[in-house]
C-alpha cells in the first residue's frame, strides 16, 4: 500500500519541555527510516486565564491569576515509506503530550 504524499503531525502539551522531547523523538524516528521531515515549527502558545476571588463575600478587589499555556509544535513527514508509518505507530512518546496526525 502506497503512502501519502505528506504526513502532518502535530503536538500540543503543557510543558515545553516535554513536548521538545517528543518533536525531537519523531525526527529521529522519521531521519533513520528515509524520509525527509519538515520542522518542528513552534506554533503560538494558547494562554488560558482564570481569575478567582479569594474572599468571596467581602474584598472585591482581592483577587488571584492563574494561567494555563498550551505549547504546540507541528512536523510535516515529506514522502514517508511505510518503515516510517511503521516506525511512527510503534513509537513510544512521553505523557502529556497529545497527537494529531493528518494525512
Do not use: F, W
Amino acid at each position: 500500500m502506497a503512502a501519502a504524499g505528506k504526513i502532518r503531525v502535530r503536538l500540543k502539551s503543557y510543558d515545553h519541555r516535554v513536548i521538545d522531547e517528543a518533536a525531537a523523538k519523531i525526527v529521529d524516528a522519521v531521519l533513520n527510516t528515509g524520509s525527509k521531515v519538515s520542522g518542528p515549527v513552534p506554533l503560538p502558545t494558547e494562554r488560558h486565564m482564570t481569575v478567582v476571588n479569594t474572599s468571596p463575600h467581602t474584598d472585591k478587589d482581592a483577587r488571584e491569576h492563574y494561567e494555563m499555556l498550551v505549547h504546540k509544535r507541528m512536523l510535516d513527514i515529506l514522502a514517508p515509506n511505510e518503515r516510517t508509518i511503521d516506525a511512527l505507530s510503534n513509537m513510544d512518546l512521553p505523557a502529556g503530550v497529545s497527537i494529531e496526525v493528518k494525512i
